[in-house]
């Protein structure tokens, strides 16, 4: 009864934990080096789920009190019953930074399907080893 | 003494990389003069924030005039504003060599990108090195990475997918550190370093707190590629163009190193990462285990530039034994070898670069009878060799000497026999490469002496003297001067600047 509370209670976290491991899972295991990088994005993803999660509340409002709907404003002001909006600002920034990696990784991927006109990292050694030899 | 000078210490970089694109669409060769004009006012920056700091003590910059704990601070004291006198100053050398050495490797229509990147690059380590916000130093970590796979990534060879596998390493690296932060900012709800100083000791026991600490330091580990976590580095740095190779090896790891001393020292309490938890046991171990690996590895590789990344895993090892004893006189160890390792790394690629750029030599065999064409390079190779070695009037000796100094004091005397065993590897290494150079025989030279004159004067034409142009070599001695003038003056840098970085409580 109590490791099923322990993980209802706290599904959130388990859910992030469940999503990075298939992201570290795709990374690592995966010989296809799209399914790398998309590994990749799951992995970001998760992290910024887990901080997300940490800010919100049952029950709780934005924190704005100007213009707040009904009694929305009073609860504002109150910090019990206002989600905290700063993990939502941090994970703009991470947002952006994951998309930069993200662009980063698809443009490396396009130079090197240029150069050796596959993503499986097994026909890139095979390639890698067999020009080592001509040389 | 500008007051704005901290922020400005990333700004004007950061405004000179857009600028610098803008400029190159309408002139590409204002680029370079515009990168030395960006890269100078930032040393002298980092020289003025130094300067405040030994004048007035800690400098705590707002930025937007918003209080610490709410808004971003910039916290200066003596140890980051000795890293940011280190990464201006090693970033302009760097771009004083690159422009013959980036015109040589890249294409033409590069060079702007190149420069504005590089920019970039600096923007970041120098973000990383003044900011006293762990969020903030995930950003800066992240933009000077991302700079970082597009430099590696402009190379030749097998750069690309070298930089892919590091794009993905270095990713996971930093999302472990983001999480770090996650998990300190889900207990204590500050992100601010001197906030966090003061709220975390009543929370040491607390498993966050333990969860986040771990995170922090796998993170950092895979960032400043510590053995086992180096896979990374090798083909990176070794396929990258020489400029590029010069700057990340001697800076990216060097911040690293400087962000982990925070984690571990500032952030957290000297006495929670060395007595409360065995993380100091640990990274002495691997530590251990980086320098001699890194010497072995070194010693069986051929590409010059390669012997040099696997010398820089075993340096990278020596900065974190240094952390890792917890005394003075390591601590002293690690700081100053973060200086002289970034000088010494930085005039090893640069003259791997210069070598590379008059004859494209890369693998050491090839370079027998070097110094008949390339005197000076030589001279300079050997200097920067001893240095590495570790020989007294150099630079390398005298970090060496403190982290020895600091093994023993925390009686860890098998980490000081490693220290000194390391130290013999590499002068292995470099005893290889010298003995190649002046002693290889080379089988057209030893015929030629018979024959006429014909085949006599070819021999005189193949060994005749030729120097890389001065804009390569100027950054080299300034470099070499540098190994010597810190060997020398390194007591003083220990009393005026370095002492006081010391965390206290050693």
Redesign the interface.
């Known amino acids: 009864m109590d490791t099923i509370q322990f993980i209802i209670g706290k599904f959130n976290y388990w859910v992030y934990v469940v999503l990075m491991m298939i992201g570290f899972y795709a990374m690592i295991a995966k010989r296809n080096l799209v399914k790398k990088v998309v590994g990749m994005n799951i992995f970001q993803t998760a992290i910024i789920l887990f901080f997300i999660s940490t800010s919100s509340k049952m029950g709780a409002t934005i924190p704005i009190i100007q213009s707040g709907h009904g009694d929305a404003a009073d609860h504002a002001v109150n910090v019990a019953q206002y989600a905290n909006p700063l993990p939502h600002v941090l994970m703009l920034t991470a947002i952006v930074v994951m998309v930069g990696t993200f662009g980063v990784a698809l443009a490396l991927l396009i130079r090197i399907y240029r150069e050796y006109r596959t993503f499986e990292e097994d026909e890139i050694y095979e390639t890698l080893e067999v020009m080592r030899l001509k040389k | 003494m500008i007051a704005q000078s901290p922020a400005l210490l990333v700004v004007v970089p950061l405004v000179g990389a857009v600028l610098c694109l803008l400029l190159g669409l309408i002139r590409r060769e204002l680029c370079y003069p515009f990168v030395l004009a960006i890269l100078g006012s930032c040393v002298i920056l980092s020289f003025d924030v130094m300067g405040i700091v030994l004048s007035e003590g800690v400098i705590r910059y707002r930025l937007g005039g918003w209080e610490p704990p709410w808004g971003i601070e910039y916290l200066i004291d003596h140890l980051n504003a000795f890293i940011a006198i280190i990464v201006s100053s090693i970033s302009f050398v760097v771009a004083i060599f690159s422009r013959k050495s980036i015109e040589h490797e890249l294409a033409k229509e590069k060079i702007i990108y190149f420069y504005t990147i590089f920019l970039l690059l600096v923007t970041g380590l120098l973000g990383m090195t003044v900011t006293g916000d762990v ?1 903030n130093i ?2 800066f970590l ?1 933009i000077t990475s ?1 700079a970082g ?2 430099l590696i ?1 402009i190379g030749k060879d ?1 750069a ?2 070298a ?2 596998e590091y ?2 390493l270095g ?2 690296g ?2 472990f550190y ?2 770090g932060v ?1 998990y300190l ?2 207990v204590t709800g500050s992100l601010n370093i001197m906030d966090l100083t003061l709220l975390l000791p009543e929370l040491y026991t607390s498993k966050v707190v333990l969860i986040a600490f771990a995170f922090f330091m796998v993170g950092l580990a895979l960032k400043i590629a510590l053995f086992p976590l180096h896979v990374w580095l090798p083909d990176a740095y070794t396929y990258a163009p020489s400029t590029v190779s010069a700057l990340v090896a001697a800076t990216m790891t060097k911040v690293g190193a400087y962000v982990m001393m925070r984690i571990m020292f500032t952030l957290f309490e000297p006495y929670f990462s060395i007595e409360f938890l065995p993380m100091a046991a640990i990274l002495g171990w691997v530590a251990a285990g980086a320098m001699i690996f890194g010497c072995i590895q070194a010693l069986a590789q051929t590409d010059f530039k390669r012997v040099l990344c696997y010398i820089l895993i075993a340096e990278v090892g020596y900065i974190v034994l240094g952390i890792s004893v917890g005394n003075r006189a390591g601590f002293t160890g690690a700081v100053l070898h973060i200086l002289n390792d970034a000088v010494m790394m930085a005039c090893l690629f640069m003259i791997a670069g210069a070598i590379y750029y008059k004859t494209g030599m890369r693998h050491i065999y090839e370079f027998a009878h070097l110094h008949k064409k390339m005197p000076v390079t030589v001279t300079c190779l050997i200097i920067a060799a001893i240095s590495v070695v570790g020989v007294p009037p150099t630079c390398g000796f005298f970090s060496k000497w403190y982290l020895v100094l600091g093994a023993i004091d925390a009686r860890q005397w098998f980490f000081a026999f490693l220290l000194l065993a390391s130290s013999l590897m590499v002068a292995i290494v470099f005893f290889k490469m010298v003995q190649t150079i002046f002693f290889a025989p080379s089988p057209a030279g030893e015929e030629s002496h018979d024959h006429g004159s014909a085949s006599h004067s070819h021999e005189e034409h193949k060994h005749a003297r030729d120097e890389a142009p001065a804009s390569m070599m100027v950054p080299v001695f300034i470099m070499v001067a540098g190994i010597l003038l810190l060997g020398i003056f390194s007591g003083e840098i220990v009393s005026t600047v370095i002492q006081y970085a010391v965390p206290k409580g050693f």
Do not use: H, K
């Open positions: 969020f995930y950003v992240e991302l796979y597009a990534a097998r690309v997918l930089s892919f794009v993905v990713t996971v930093a999302c983001l999480l996650g900012y889900s």
